[in-house]
């Protein structure tokens, strides 16, 4: 009796992670009307710029992201408000939000096929939600690729955490992944072994590119307050259909192919592409794609910072809020 009641939930279980993820596959088509979301934005940015003037709170800054959460003074107990705290294209990404808190504790012991509770890898691979943090500084160098599974949050809060000198960050296929407050560099090539992707499944990876942060047909992701500097090729590559995205409060240094937005001018699936990027500072040491778009609609928001001499970038003034269309 308890096998078949068990195996009877784990259906039912299995049944409504599948509801979920195919309502929000069909959530992710594009915006019919895009300019509702920039206009949307603007109200946001000018309201809290508004309050922050009027000095009604002394912890506004004038951004709506950094707003939203910083003035809670027990963040740390109502973490998952951050899910609520997005903008723009990739505002309705949740993260992890309906799920429990997983805390990292094991920094090493990275095992791709097997991993072992208490790691990266072993929560991000799960089916169900998981609002993922960690109970120390640590330094995290990944053996291979590490494969997001739907409904995931990374949030490095409270403590400094760099995934660094490895494969790093791909979400593949998989929907509504919240990336807050890490520090991703030195990533390196993976591939030509196997990696698990979930509980149930690993399969063969060829070799990666070695980006930073790699979106290939993702949908609801948002990419916030993270470091990112010195991949073997891109920071934060968005393609092959990837939509309803955000990079916001990123501080991208030290490289060459900073960020590349859709995979080709053939591929036309790209063109369906919606991204916001706002309040990221370009700094040193930049060369080109900052960012490089094919097709997607996409806009750039109030303080979007350049201070460093880069030869290939999209011509946009701090402080100016731009739109560009393919």
């Known amino acids: 009796m308890n096998t078949m009641l068990n195996s009877s939930h784990a259906f039912f279980s299995l049944i409504f992670l599948y509801c979920i993820f195919f309502s929000s596959l069909a959530l992710s088509s594009p915006v019919s009307d895009p300019e509702l979301i920039v206009d949307e934005v603007h109200r946001k940015i000018n309201e809290s710029i508004s309050r922050r003037n009027l000095g ?70 799960q089916d169900e939600p998981l609002w993922i943090i960690f109970n120390r500084d640590m330094t995290i160098q990944l053996k291979e690729e590490l494969i997001m599974n739907s409904f995931k ?81 891109g920071l934060i590559d968005a393609i092959r259909g990837s939509t309803a995205i955000t990079i916001s409060n990123n501080y991208l240094t030290h490289h060459n192919k900073v ?17 916001t990027i706002a309040f990221n500072h370009f700094g040193e040491g930049l060369v080109q794609r900052m960012p490089s778009n094919m097709y997607p609609k996409f806009h750039f928001l109030y303080y979007n910072r350049f201070s460093s001499p880069f030869s290939q970038a999209i011509a946009v003034l701090p402080y100016l809020d731009r739109e560009f269309t393919s």
């Open 259 to 275: 960020m590349l937005l859709g995979h080709s001018d053939t591929y036309e699936q790209d063109k369906n592409m919606q991204v």
């Open 153 to 233: 949050t990374l949030d490095g809060r409270g403590a400094s955490v760099h995934i660094a000198g490895g494969p790093c960050i791909t979400i593949q296929y998989v929907t509504n992944i919240i990336i807050h407050g890490l520090h991703i560099h030195d990533c390196k090539q993976g591939g030509n072994t196997y990696v698990r992707d979930s509980p149930e499944h690993y399969g063969w990876r060829t070799i990666s590119d070695g980006d930073g942060v790699s979106i290939f047909g993702g949908s609801h992701v948002w990419v916030d307050h993270c470091s990112l500097s010195n991949c073997n090729d």
């Open 56 to 125: 009604y709170f002394s912890c506004e800054t004038g951004n709506p992201i950094d707003d939203c959460w910083r003035c809670d003074k027990d963040w740390e107990k109502n973490r998952k408000r951050l899910a609520d705290c997005g903008i723009g294209f990739g505002k309705n990404a949740i993260g992890g939000r309906d799920g429990e808190i997983y805390v990292v504790t094991d920094p090493g012991n990275d095992d791709p096929v097997n991993p072992k509770p208490g790691t990266l890898r072993y929560a991000v691979i």
